[in-house]
């Protein structure tokens, strides 16, 4: 269970409201440029992401976009399954078999399954506001390497 592309930009987008939390409403031109994110992509993104009542969009001069709840009431895991839709009742063997479950396995079964359920549960008890935190110390990490790099 891995997610898209369009999944991750989401997350992406989804951090960077989180970020703002409290602040104006994001444009999401901001968004985009922020995350080398296609704007029109981004954009319909977001529609995807206010039809699923995680983020609130409003229209106009003033318009713009924010989360719809506190990011620490948002899981990772929804916004993946708003953008990929919930995993498939029957899921796809790794190794392409028509048929592969527990009791007809493929050579891979039993170590993918436990990767699916490591990513599975982490998407599911990791909140944006634990990413949006994660960022901030990334950020600042970054700058002090690179505040020491110029001084020496």
């Known amino acids: 269970m891995l997610y898209s592309k369009s999944a991750e930009y989401a997350i992406q987008a989804m951090i960077y409201l989180a970020e ?3 602040e104006e409403l994001s444009m999401v031109s901001a968004v985009a440029e922020q995350y080398n994110i296609p704007r029109q992509f981004l954009a319909k993104l977001v529609q995807t992401l206010s039809r699923n009542h995680l983020i609130k969009s409003y229209r106009g001069r003033k318009g713009g976009i ?3 709840r506190p990011a620490d009431q948002i899981r990772l895991l929804e916004i993946v399954h708003a953008i990929d839709g919930p995993p498939p009742v ?3 063997c790794i190794i392409g078999l028509d048929v592969c479950d ?8 039993f170590e993918w399954t436990h990767i699916k359920n490591l990513i599975r549960d982490t ?4 909140t944006l506001a ?3 935190e994660g960022m901030r ?3 600042r990490e970054l700058a002090e390497s690179l505040k020491e790099e110029d001084e020496t």
């Open 137 to 139: 110390t990334k950020r």
């Open 102 to 109: 527990d009791n007809a396995t493929c050579p891979l079964h």
């Open 90 to 92: 029957h899921e796809m």
């Open 66 to 68: 924010e989360l719809a």
């Open 20 to 22: 703002h939390e409290g």
């Open 123 to 126: 998407l599911e008890h990791q």
């Open 130 to 132: 634990d990413l949006a």
